[in-house]
């Protein structure tokens, strides 16, 4: 079980729960096209922006198994909403986990989401004593996986045209990191 005590405070973000507060930010994110080109989704309206801010307020721990803690991520010093980021809780036997994240472009080439997925990590291993976690996206989605590997995450699988998304055929790739990995690198 994993409770965190908030806010998450990394050197320049802010990490917390989602609340309504959040519609306006989140909908400069969500409703861009660039943001949602390797995602499940197509850039999202103001309402479909509502109903996903509506299921992360209410992702604040993980009790369980088979749940997500979504965080919202914010600039320490403006305070503005910049992304999000997810820890999934796949396995309790297996003590396995998987990370994910989504970032206003405009704040891309900063850091700030190796930041953000650094701390969700922690928060894995540290707080919930994971073993594995995995992270996995588009295979023509390279600057998450260079992300991936700055975190130390090697490339495990890469599935080729596993997935029709968005009408065509597309690639897979897994990354993962083991507790005894990341704790060496920390």
């Not at 928060?123 to 998450?144: E, P, V």
């Not at 590997?149 to 690639?171: F, S």
């Amino acid at each position: 079980m994993l409770k965190p005590s908030y806010p998450i405070r990394t050197q320049r973000l802010i990490l917390r729960p989602f609340t309504h507060d959040d519609l306006t930010g989140m909908n400069a994110i969500h409703s861009l096209p660039e943001v949602a080109r390797y995602l499940y989704w197509e850039p999202r309206d103001p309402e479909q922006v509502r109903q996903s801010l509506e299921k992360k307020i209410t992702q604040t721990a993980l009790e369980e198994e088979g749940q997500a803690l979504a965080l919202a991520v914010e600039l320490e010093a403006t305070g503005e909403l910049i992304g999000d980021g997810v820890l999934f809780w796949h396995s309790a036997l297996h003590r396995s986990g998987e990370i994910g994240y989504i970032f206003h472009p405009g704040h891309g080439g900063k850091g700030y989401a190796t930041e953000a997925a650094e701390a969700l990590l922690e928060l894995g291993f540290d707080g919930l004593d994971l073993h594995r976690i995995t992270g996995r996206l588009d295979g023509r989605n390279h600057a998450s996986a260079r992300l991936l590997e700055r975190l130390g995450m090697r490339r495990e699988a890469h599935l080729v045209e596993n997935e029709i998304v968005k009408g065509e055929w597309t690639d897979e790739v897994i990354y993962a990191i083991l507790q005894r990995e990341w704790r060496a690198r920390h």
